[in-house]
């Protein structure tokens, strides 16, 4: 029982948990990402220091700055942990981007707003949901990987899909926990469960029913950003 504890205590320490005096650790979390959840991560690009937001790729009009791939690019995504600890130790700040799809986990997305009203309905109606990561602007519910012709079957069945609805999966990436980006701090909405393996993440057609139910029976709001 010590040992599963203590196990516990290192993996809470290597998501970020904040202490008194200590700014969460890029490389604990990218290292419990990809050795312990077998998730593979890549180095973004980060934030240019010389203004506020702004993404330190050559694009002067990044649409996600700070929180893609650059160099390394995102087919270099790995879980190996050596890797992975010479990345951030020579770039420490750098935000931890997961590569979606594949054997890890992929994504629905929709603007905060909306997403915090969605969240708060799930939960009345026990929807079950995983992990889910929050930027200033958007959250992200993680889902199990998919395929593109199994979403455009899903997407095909509905009525109505909001368009601010977006999907990551196979090919696609997103920044999770503690990285900064042009959006603020990535921060978990809903945190994983402490523990040796990689949380659990329901099916990507569960989600999308549910969210796109609880957006359209609720009225609520969902802008298209």
Known sequence: MREILGRRRRLLSRLGSRRPGRSPSAIGAALTFAADWRWPVVPGVGLDSRGVGRCACPDPDCAVPGAH?????????????????????????????????????????????????????????????????????????LVAPYSMAQLGELLYAKDFVPGSLRFHGEGGYLALPPSATGQGQVRWERAPLPGSAAPWVPDVEAVVDAVVDALTRTGVSAPEL
């Open 69 to 141: 791939p650059l160099d390394p690019g995102l087919l270099a995504a790995t879980t190996d942990a050596r890797m992975v600890r010479w990345w951030w130790t020579n770039r420490p700040q750098a935000p931890v981007v997961l590569a979606t799809g594949g054997q890890a986990p992929c994504a629905v997305s929709l603007p905060a707003v909306a997403g915090a009203r969605a969240l708060a309905v799930l939960d009345e109606t026990d929807i079950r949901l995983g992990p889910v990561v929050a930027t200033r602007d958007r959250f992200f519910l």
